[in-house]
């Protein structure tokens, strides 16, 4: 097995932390202030994500924690590796089932044993999002299953969208792209 290098384990290092600030009181407000939706739309996003997740935990706990909802302005992104086709279904039909969602949207890929690999791949992501000055990327999201990063959030321009798939496509590492980010302008 080959070791990681001191700057890969600084990378995911810097990026694991980075990502906790928002479990933080500090965090949570600076997110909330960030935000380009409104406090009343951010509820209700938090809401409706916090339900989903929730009865996908109580159907089976496993195989919930393979499934990252996401939603922004009642839009619902389920992203993933996950193999077990009955339980993606009961995921979709759950999301458009709870109350207030007007969208669903989702990435499925299989499964592999990349975990390690792909944290590592976030951490880097993260971490050049955050190094480049001409975007905001507080807001960004995302999301690196088997070499594929997904970018979801809301961002203030068609630019910044672009800017951001640009920047992790010059990740190394990263095999593909998929942006899901919504520009307010």
């Not at 944290?119 to 299953?145: F, H, P, W, Y």
Request: aromatic share 6%.
């Amino acid at each position: 097995m080959q070791r990681p290098t001191l700057p890969a384990l600084v990378v995911l290092i810097l990026g694991l932390a980075l990502s906790s600030l928002a479990w933080t009181p500090w965090g949570a407000i600076y997110g909330s202030a960030r935000d380009e939706r409104s406090v009343g739309d951010q509820a209700t996003d938090k809401q409706i994500s916090l339900s989903i997740k929730a009865d996908l935990a109580d159907k089976d706990s496993g195989l919930a924690l393979k499934v990252h909802v996401y939603c922004f302005l009642k839009h619902v992104y389920l992203v993933g590796a996950i193999d077990d086709t009955a339980f993606r279904a009961f995921a979709v039909k759950t999301a458009k089932g709870t109350k207030d969602v007007a969208k669903v949207t989702t990435y499925f890929v299989a499964e592999s044993d990349t975990t390690s690999a792909d944290l590592e791949l976030a951490a880097k992501v993260r971490t050049a999002l955050i190094g480049n000055g001409d975007l905001s990327s507080t807001q960004i999201e995302q999301e690196a299953m088997n070499g594929e990063v997904v970018l979801l959030g809301m961002v203030r321009s068609k630019a910044d969208a672009a800017l951001a798939v640009k920047t992790a496509k010059g990740v190394e590492g990263v095999r593909k792209v998929t942006s899901f980010l919504i520009p307010t302008k």
